[in-house]
């Protein structure tokens, strides 16, 4: 029999309770985990005393290998060996190829045009993937902090689009992981340098990583981080140095094409050699082909930086973009951070020096700065730290839209407003009796839908059939703080909720969400079933438990009748999670929801009004 | 919703905007869904909602035009979907002047020159604009309001070219 757990009514059992949560760096070329341990956050290491994995993962029949055993097998198993699957996430396959057409894999598309590698271990998706990278470093963190993780906080470039940071959230799904929020890496890294050191006023975080490039402005007043601007670019990075180099090379040595291992080889080498560059003036490279012939050839500094100085200067373009939109000047910038290995390079830091006319901050190390601050942020959402001041306010990345007539985009939410945010706009049929209504949901600054990223294409059913013009259609988009889009719509006149189907462009269903779920678990359908209803059990006590809290300080807002039916709500709920169906369980949730939504909202009113008392309307 | 209730200031236009950001900072400490972390889904929502209100009354607030506009609609006069256009042809004839500059920014010798004068009197201008507006928005004059009205047209036509004059600017780069 279980001991019970002996509380003050109001209080949770524990209140001392350490609660294990980690930040997780999911980057292109590596990724790390990180903690907080006795008020220090740092990265963990594995049994071999390493901290960055290698974002890497091989595929054979005899199963997964991720990190440097797969990093090992680059070179001579291409095919099979997956690296920087970052850059696949929530793009098609058409995308992908149009963009690269050198890459060493087999693909196939999915039925929605999400590319699928054809591995000697099976198909896999980026998602799936990148679940395989995550699944090692949230071992490494239960083993190393010794219970089960509550949550993580997984950092995304803060460029990702919708569909990306969706893909990011489900592969921590597909383990079973609870995310508690997709942090923007530079502000990640802010909050890493912010603690550190104090700052107040406008930073300027330049991160540039093996795939990606960010440049955020953040403004630091009294612990809250506000984005003011961010812009970049999603598919320009380190990656591009080596590829740069390595066609360079290519060209000089005339080899006209090259087989999947020796293009691997020479990526490889650029890499080394960009590596070297960083300290020396000059390196040699070398190239073993397959016939046994061995190319070798000087590489200079001057060459090299030749080579990369048009990705340098598009990415201080980034900067002047972003600052403007900050509304604000390169002086005004009090501290810019350097973030993500390629600021390493001495061309970068010195390009970025001249523009904000200061030498960046580089006091921690640019690869774990992002793992760090992530690590810091879990700590505080999971609760350890109640009394945190630390706020993360984020922007949207990237315009949000709707496709109009003649393939033109109306914009709904526009790049750098704050989220969360809500943006309602009203739609009306324009045949007699029309019950549906498609729409085509877009991300991009372009006027043409061609032009920007496709995210979802949503169908609106049940409208009431009515005279063209009369219905009237608010549909309210929302992004939420992981920047996220979620739809709502409504009939006005007659209040008929719409339901609405989201298929995910370069996303998964629910469906296959499940189905992938289904497939990585080993285990026969009544341990999915039983996962299930634990999830929900989980949830059902969390609800009672704040619902308790609630009561507890606010019940003065409640009426008898409303605050009768919020208590038979919890008997309910209480009954039906000792059962343990799923399904109940979660109608019972629902239920209870609807009893206790206005005294929800009632108490979120009243916390407002307690927050600005004593501040009465000030008069000017 | 009046955001200047929420904010809990009192709806002038010449706002105390450091005040304005010390209250936003306050009601996102209370309502932004990261306090609400381990919540239930249902509180989670709730923040979401909320916090979206606060960033749209925050936005509102800190743009004069956008402020200038909510004051007027508080007041029963809606501009957010209105097809009016400005008719002062002195107005409409310095547009066309400055436009004129705009195209010209490409062509010139000294670009960089002309972009500064070009900032310098759309600067001016407003400054112009916005000292008359502080009186007629505030006022419960039904004419003065409507003439507010137009203000806010205008100064929308200054956000525009200011638009234009920064790509402008950046397509010299």
Known sequence: MALLQIAEPGQSAAPHQHRLAVGIDLGTTNSLVAAVRSGVADTLADETGRHALASVVRFTQEGVQVGVEAERYSAQDPLNTVVSVKRFMGRSLDDIQAQDQSLPYQFSASTNGLPLFNTAGGQHNPIQISAEILRPLVERAEKTLGGTLEGVVITVPAYFDDAQRQGTKDAAGLLGVKVLRLLNEPTAAAIAYGLDSGQEGMIAIYDLGGGTFDISILRLNKGVFEVMATGGDSALGGDDFDHALAQHLQEHWQLSSLTAQERRALLIESRRVKEALTEDDSTLAHLQLADGRQLQQTVTKAQFDTLIEPFVKKTIASCRRALRDAGIKADEVLETVMVGGSTRVPLVRQRVAEFFGRPPLTSIDPDRVVAIGAAIQADILVGNKPDSDLLLLDVLPLSLGIETMGGLVEKVVSRNTTIPVARAQEFTTFKDGQTAMAFHVVQGERELVADCRSLARFTLKGIPPMAAGAAHIRVTFQVDADGLLSVTAMEKSSGVQVTIQVKPSFGLTDEEIGSMLKDSMAHAKEDIERRMAAEQQVEAARVLESLSAALAKDSDLLSAEEANAIEQGMAHLVQTAAQGDADAIEKAIEALDNASQTFAAKRMDNSIRLALKGQSVDNI | ?173
């Open chain 2, 1 to 173: 919703m009046n955001y200047f209730e929420l904010f809990s200031l009192s709806p002038v236009y010449d706002l105390d905007t450091a005040l304005l950001a010390e209250r936003y900072r306050d009601l996102q400490r209370t309502v932004h869904p990261d306090k609400f972390a381990n919540a239930s889904e249902q509180d989670k929502r709730i923040a979401v909602q909320r916090t979206a209100q606060v960033n749209d009354g925050y936005n509102t607030l800190k743009h004069p035009i956008l402020r200038a506009e909510h004051m007027l609609s508080l007041k029963g006069i809606d501009l957010s979907h209105e097809s009016t256009t400005v008719k002062d042809t002195q107005f409409l004839m310095q547009q066309m002047e400055w436009r004129e500059s705009l195209e010209a920014i490409k062509h010139c010798d000294d670009p960089d020159k002309l972009i500064d004068q070009l900032h310098h009197s759309f600067a001016d201008y407003r400054e112009q604009i916005t000292a008359q507006m502080s009186q007629l928005v505030g006022s419960d004059d039904q004419q003065a309001l409507l003439d507010a009205a137009d203000l806010i047209r205008k100064l929308k036509f200054m956000a525009k070219l200011q638009d234009e004059l920064a790509r402008a600017e950046d397509a010299l780069f």
